[in-house]
């Protein structure tokens, strides 16, 4: 190396000392500045202070078990099955930390956009936010439980220095997961629209994933537990959420040359994680937030389609809800899941033979379907003073809000019984399927339309997160949920009660089952909505007044 090349070479490496001297130097600001953040979180409400005590005694109960746990297994003798519970449960925390904020999002406290104006370099600012992010509750749990693996694994000194090393590299991989999941989460989800969207993916995926809880709740963990484990744990060490935990695990379990390349994949990984996270915050400080695209629509919609008249305009404008509110069309995403568990839930335990299974699914859908308008008042808000100040409109309020229901929930019903028939293998079943569910929907429109009304409660409000619950929100809720569901399956029995004897003791009661659910449907549809009218009515100021309140 030539004498030129050695100086520059010198002042290289003087830079890059400064600059990690600089960075470094930034971070007790940032530490600083998260603690006052997380000090505010106690300058609430004293019940939402009492609500954070409880939660946070919680979270270090369990934290204290996991440890004791941890710290217990040093003394198991069976070291392969304490690695292979370890790899498979610190593989899915640190995981947690990369998926949670993509699916449901989280308000980031320390986004990088929030210090563009203060001149602070890309690298510092990103050291000192990752630093920063370490004083949060699920950073500080996963450290404390990583750390208790170091006691686990406390066969010897060498291996003692090596799964501290490990700790290390896997509090910095979660930390350094959820910084990169937030800060994508934060600026591809700006929009309401997507945080809806993401939202419900991830319902649906915790919904979807039931059938495999199910399938595990019943495999006999006492005899083939543990291998299942160590088959999960044998893929999982060689991701790059689970090599971490895998370095010390297989060490101690005698392996030593997948340790070797474990640690390099864990600090591969780390590396990666971290050369995002710098370019993300790089970008993020010069990129402004996204707006949300405005649509514009022609036309009259609904309201050009709806009859001229009070029941149609309120109908028109329910259609319109339930197309583009996101509280409104979340539920209709959950309801034809509610039966796939259903049945996965019966077939695990092989409690339904044959093909009597295929009679289930449209009941419980159209079941949920009536229920779901229980609280529609409580929707509007505010805006519910249009029909308050309109005077005496209660008929008109409580048809027009069923017709969305209506056009949903009766194609569902003829083309859900020729699906089920179908399956079934018996056209007479049609009869009791058509009784049963019409009489759910008609027996939950109608008390909807009085519960609507007499009992409404706070639900999120226009444009808030379908996800967001508010605070007022208490014992009320559940008992007008709970009576609404009873009720309907009260009402509906007589003609459930038929189906069922028609299918397995004589198809005669079929037309019976027909009748009743009929019968019953219709007087309870129309006394609800003649009593729903008559409460709206009477109750319109104290249901405005309600609105006000919650709003």
Known sequence: MTIPDRARAVRYARRLGDGVTDALADVPRFLRLKLALLGGAFRRSPWQVVGLVLASLYGVGMMALLVAGLIAARFVPDVASVRSIVIVAGTVVTTGFLLLP??????????????????????????????????????????????????TWSHGFWLVLLALVSALIAIATGVLAGRVATAVAGFLLDTRRARELTGVVGVLLVVLISPLVLSLSNVDWGAQGLSIVGVFADILRWSPMGAAWAVPADTAAGHGGAAALELVIALAALAALWVAWRALVAYMIVTPSRSADVKTYSGLGWFGLMPANAWGAVAARSLTYWARDARYWVSLVMIPVIPVIVLVAFGVVHAIPGTYPALLPLPIMVLFLGWAAHNDVAYDGTAVWLHVVAGRVGLADR??????????????????????????????????????????????????????????????????????????????????????????????????????????????????????????????????????????????????????RAA
Not at 113 to 120: H, M, Q, W
Not at 466 to 471: D, L, M, T, V
């Open 399 to 548: 048809v027009g809000r069923l017709v969305p229901l209506l056009f949903i929930g009766i194609p569902l019903i003829v083309i859900g019984t020729a699906v089920s028939v179908y399956f079934y293998g018996d056209a007479r079943a049609a009869l009791p399927l058509v009784g049963v569910t019409v009489c759910e929907l008609f027996v939950g429109l109608g008390l909807s339309s009085v519960t609507s009304t007499l009992a409404p409660y706070p639900v999120p409000k226009p444009g808030d997160s379908p996800f967001a619950q508010p605070q007022s929100v208490g014992a009320v809720s559940a008992v007008v949920q709970g009576f609404s569901l009873t009720v309907i399956l009260l009402l509906s029995a007589p003609s459930i009660t038929f189906g069922v004897l028609g299918v397995f003791v004589d198809p005669a009661w079929f037309t019976a089952s027909l009748w009743a659910g009929l019968v019953v449907g219709v007087l309870a549809l129309a006394g609800g909505v003649l009593g729903g009218a008559a409460i709206f009515d009477r109750r319109g100021p104290q249901m405005l007044a309600a609105a006000v």
């Open 102 to 151: 993509l699916v449901f999002g989280v308000d980031d406290t320390l986004d990088p956009r929030k210090f563009a104006l203060f001149g602070i370099t890309k690298n510092r600012l990103a050291v000192g936010l990752a630093a920063g992010s370490i004083l949060s509750v699920p950073a500080i749990v996963l450290a404390v439980c990583v750390l208790a693996t170091v006691v």
